[in-house]
């Protein structure tokens, strides 16, 4: 299928682009002379983006990209000291948070293609996407600190993807870290050449197109759910889940071609 194009917004250059082809939507920030910073239209965008996306069911795997030499080099901070308000800058990180938490909620999953640096905001979403795959030159920063600037919203998503000792060093420091110790770390799945790229990201999307929708749908829902739970119910919510996930029609068919060996023909259901 040839891939469509349609901004999200209506000017000439829009700020976020969408790519749609075979099942999967790309997202592509669009602000290469400002490194794609997550400036307040830049958020409505990808918000408005992420609803329509939720709603189309025949979206099965999501990508972010970023256009330009950066992934996202988080905030723009020329908008920040623009609008030195309080309001201002509570209205901000609440519309971060709440894009952030879209992620996380929305059905399908999410892959982050970091093909640059990656810095304070930027790195939260790679953290907050269910999956990214980076370029072996790519690099990982929660930089805030070095302008005076805790990056407090950056640490829910960093605690969350690494071990804790590790992302306080990140938060404290501002350093920056390479793709590979990334990698180490958990904060992305896997590495590899510039000019690989976007292979990878393609055998990860084909990977989850070849699986039952129903099934990757209520098994992403269940899976940040219980990671907020207790263990006993976690193994409850999970063995609800594993139930009602064995009545739904992909299941059946999953098993009766397992069984008869051949391939399913998964609908969906």
Do not use: W
Request: hydrophobic share 45%; net charge neutral; glycine share 8%.
């Amino acid at each position: 299928m040839n891939a469509e194009s349609s901004p999200v917004c209506d000017a000439e250059a829009p700020i976020l682009r969408r790519e749609d082809a075979g099942g999967v939507t790309t997202l592509t920030l669009n602000r290469p002379q400002q490194f794609n910073a997550l400036s307040f239209e830049m958020l409505e965008a990808l918000i408005a983006a992420v609803d329509e996306i939720a709603r189309d069911e025949t979206v099965r795997v999501v990508i972010i990209a970023g256009e330009g030499k950066a992934f996202c080099a988080g905030h723009d901070l020329k908008e920040m000291r623009g609008n030195h308000t309080l309001d201002f800058q509570q209205r901000l990180f609440r519309l971060c948070g709440k894009f952030m938490m879209k992620l996380t909620k929305l059905p399908q999953p999410v892959i982050a293609r970091v093909h640059s640096i990656a810095t304070a905001a930027g790195c939260q979403l790679v953290s907050m996407c269910d999956l990214a795959v980076a370029a072996e030159h790519a690099r990982f920063a929660v930089s805030g600190i070095n302008v005076g600037l805790f990056c407090a919203t950056p640490s829910v998503g960093l605690a969350r993807n690494m071990g804790r000792k590790e992302a306080f060093e990140m938060l404290v420091t501002g350093d920056f870290i390479d793709a590979h110790e990334a990698q180490r770390r958990g904060l992305i799945n896997r590495v590899v050449p510039a000019e690989e790229l976007d292979a990878a990201v393609g055998r990860l999307a084909a990977s989850i197109l070849a699986k039952s929708p129903a099934a990757i749908r209520m098994g992403k829902q269940m899976f940040y759910k219980q990671l907020e739970m207790g263990l006993d119910a976690a193994y409850q919510l999970a063995s609800e889940t594993m139930a009602c996930n064995a009545m739904c029609e992909d299941a059946a068919e999953g098993i009766d071609a397992f069984i008869a060996k051949r391939k399913p023909e998964f609908k969906g259901r």
